[in-house]
């Protein structure tokens, strides 16, 4: 039998060891928010995914305007991964806080159930003042994708569990970055949603029938002035190298997961217009992709094999 005085030194040192566990547990938030202050001048936001995470806003990853990212850790700092997002929106509009809208809101809690953080970032737009094409925006991907690393000590984030991933042009930035050997060397894998499949756009005559991109140029203004944009001029034959990223897939690159939803590939619409939401989100981009990832050898996946939360948490977890 235990004696009364006994007892009471068992429970007394039961709860000094509850509440000192409740203290670090309040001590490692306490810090994480005091590194992040310091490391980036910014406090914790309210979260955009039902008051899930830590959510801080607008860091500076670079000099250009357009250069913040959004970070929404786990309540757990113990990282699993990270997803790096890029929006949509064609080089021309959208906004990182476009990733919390209702439609990726089951991936992104799945995601934060397991430990994994996410980044949500703005790039520079084609034909502003800070652009040089489309290429400034890649970049500036690059420029994420090494912010990240160069700041996992402060996110507590191990080696190479990084994926990149983006709807649209920011899924155009994943694969950029996700297939060069220059910015893939921690990235675990590439989520591409309505992605192109180059942006070598004489190659996209490959993809549609009888597409000839100078007969459309000259028939249509409004896509000859969006060409001149897009490649800030009249590209060269190394600037169109520059920017074919499915030319650099191999067999050791990271595993690519392709969701293009638009089942039709007739880019002209029944008035005579191009109807762009064909044009760069067709499935046939999606084939274009899987086509070459068949011949080099690399893995692959989509919607028919897994959902996008699944490929995150195969390839982290």
């Not at 928010?33 to 979260?47: H, I, Q, R």
């Not at 860091?59 to 850790?73: A, F, M, Q, V």
């Not at 029944?270 to 999606?286: A, C, E, K, P, T």
Request: aromatic share 12%; net charge negative; glycine share 6%.
């Amino acid at each position: 039998m235990i004696k009364p005085y006994k007892k009471l030194s068992i429970i007394l040192i039961l709860i000094t060891l509850f509440f000192h566990s409740c203290d670090n547990e309040d001590v490692s938030t306490v810090n994480q928010v005091d590194l992040f202050y310091k490391a980036f001048g910014v406090n914790p936001s309210p979260s955009p995914v039902k008051n899930k995470g830590v959510f801080f806003k607008d860091i500076s990853y670079g000099k250009k305007s357009r250069n913040k990212l959004d970070i929404l850790l786990p309540e757990n700092s113990e990282l699993n991964g990270i997803v790096i997002f890029f929006h949509g929106g064609s080089f021309e509009r959208g906004d990182k806080a476009d990733i919390f809208d209702d439609f990726l809101t089951e991936t992104i809690e799945s995601i934060l159930d397991n430990n994994i953080a996410l980044v949500s970032a703005n790039y520079t737009f084609i034909g502003t003042p800070e652009s040089l094409g489309v290429t400034s925006a890649l970049k500036d991907g690059t420029s994420v994708v090494s912010f990240i690393k160069n700041n996992s000590e402060i996110l507590n984030l191990p080696k190479n569990k990084i994926i990149l991933a983006g709807v649209s042009a920011g899924a155009g930035i994943a694969q950029w970055n996700g297939l060069k050997k220059s910015s893939n060397d921690q990235v675990k894998g590439i989520l591409t949603l309505a992605a192109q499949s180059t942006y070598d756009l004489y190659q996209w005559e490959k993809i549609f029938k009888d597409f000839s991109l100078e007969n459309l140029r000259m028939r249509f203004p409004n896509l000859e002035e969006a060409f001149f944009k897009f490649y800030n001029g009249e590209p060269s034959k190394e600037d169109l190298n520059y920017l074919d990223y499915r030319s650099e897939m191999d067999s050791e690159d990271p595993p690519l997961y392709i969701y293009n939803p638009i089942n039709s590939q007739e880019y002209i619409d029944s008035d005579g217009n191009i109807d762009f939401n064909v044009l760069y989100h067709s499935f046939r981009h999606g084939d274009y992709l899987r086509e070459k990832a068949i011949e080099v050898n690399q893995e692959f996946s989509g919607a028919y094999q897994e959902t996008p939360d699944q490929f995150v948490l195969r390839l982290l977890n």
